[in-house]
């Protein structure tokens, strides 16, 4: 495993929980990684105290791990970039920086989400805002950021066009503890990554509630087959679906309470408001967007998302969680088909 040059190391735009962990991951793997942030004041505190206190307290850095706030000297030279930033954010900050991405480095993505308004992907974002980009991927799957940065064995996968930019990421990623499956399906691997924030509030909710083992797995099951249905009418395989960027991480949000998502459902099930909520979590719950761009894009593609609508209703149409639940359980019997 060759080590990044310092004159040229991997850049991690995002200094949150997972892009400091996935920086974390590289530079302990022996790679030179610079972690850029947009908050001076934050990069400082990382800088001074060698570790992210806020989303990732007690965990020190690596010594190859160096941050900066300054946008343009992170951008001067890198290896390649990895963007770990909220999803509703890329278009802006794209368009803001575009001049500064040069136009033969490879560009990768860990965030999930898709675009407030459009519904788009985040590749099709790129695609717009960064033209000339021609090395582009998305790595995607099961991965809590405190476990990866505890170095913790994780899988994830990897999706893109670009076979020389694989092998890049997978030479900078791949570790004894950490290890990466290739996929040529963006679109599967996006909307896995996506969809499974919004089934996550309702297992939470579920679990909230009381209702069991037996709910959460029939959630997570039929939250499967919402997933698929949509994923292939927008042009997913349905074996990226069966793999871990979507049952996996699927199961992975729904069934453990570092899910931000899931949180989220087991506070509203317990009286909570949706702000209240979004306080005491204190980080971004892609779920909440993703809720109403799921229940759109099921409109456009004519396919069923039962488990995501009643989200959707519960979310911003102030439905009470035992009715949604009432809708769900009162839909008539049918073939176990996806």
């Given at each position: 495993m060759a080590a990044v040059d310092q004159a040229h190391p991997i850049v991690v735009l995002g200094a949150g929980s997972w892009?400091?962990?996935?920086?974390?991951?590289?530079?302990?793997?022996?790679?030179?990684?610079?972690?850029?942030?947009?908050?001076?004041?934050?990069?400082?505190?990382?800088s001074e105290q060698r570790r992210n206190q806020q989303y990732l307290p007690d965990i020190p850095f690596p010594d190859l791990l160096q941050v900066t706030s300054d946008l343009e000297l992170a951008l001067a030279s890198p290896a390649w970039v990895l963007i770990a930033i909220?999803?509703?954010?890329?278009?802006?900050?794209?368009?803001?920086?575009?001049?500064?991405?040069?136009?033969?480095?490879?560009?990768a993505w860990a965030s999930k989400g898709l675009e407030r308004g459009t519904g788009k992907l985040i590749h099709q974002?790129?695609?717009?805002?960064?033209?000339?980009?021609?090395?582009?991927?998305?790595?995607?799957?099961?991965?809590?950021?405190?476990?990866?940065?505890?170095?913790?064995p994780t899988s994830i996968t990897v999706a893109s066009e670009s076979e020389s930019f694989s092998s890049q990421i997978i030479d900078d990623l791949h570790s004894g503890r950490f290890r990466v499956y290739l996929s040529g399906d963006l679109i599967g691997v996006e909307l896995g990554g996506s969809l499974k924030n919004v089934l996550a509030i309702a297992a939470g909710a579920a679990d909230g509630l009381g209702f069991g083992a037996n709910t959460r797995?029939?959630?997570i099951t039929r939250g499967l087959a919402e997933m698929?249905?949509?994923?292939?009418?927008?042009?997913?395989?349905?074996?990226?679906?069966?793999?871990?960027?979507?049952m996996g991480d699927l199961i992975l949000t729904?069934?453990?309470?570092?899910?931000?998502?899931?949180?989220t459902g087991l506070l509203l099930a317990q009286g909570k408001t949706l702000e209240q909520a979004r306080e005491e979590i204190g980080q971004a719950i892609e779920g909440i967007k993703t809720a109403k761009e799921v229940v759109a894009l099921a409109?456009?593609?004519?396919?069923?998302?039962?488990?995501?609508?009643?989200?959707?209703?519960v979310l911003y149409e102030n439905c009470p969680i035992d009715e949604a639940v009432k809708t769900l359980l009162s839909r008539k019997s049918s073939q176990e088909a996806i």
């Open positions: 892009g400091t962990a996935l920086a974390m991951h590289m530079a302990e793997s022996g790679h030179h990684v610079l972690l850029w942030g947009n908050e001076p004041e934050h990069i400082q505190l990382l909220p999803s509703d954010a890329y278009r802006p900050f794209l368009q803001k920086n575009a001049h500064l991405f040069k136009e033969n480095v490879g560009i974002v790129i695609a717009e805002e960064l033209p000339h980009c021609k090395k582009t991927a998305v790595m995607s799957g099961p991965t809590f950021a405190g476990e990866v940065a505890r170095n913790l797995a029939a959630l698929m249905r949509l994923g292939e009418a927008m042009g997913g395989k349905r074996e990226t679906f069966m793999g871990l960027a979507g729904c069934t453990d309470d570092q899910s931000r998502n899931r949180r409109k456009k593609y004519h396919v069923e998302v039962p488990i995501s609508e009643q989200v959707y209703r």
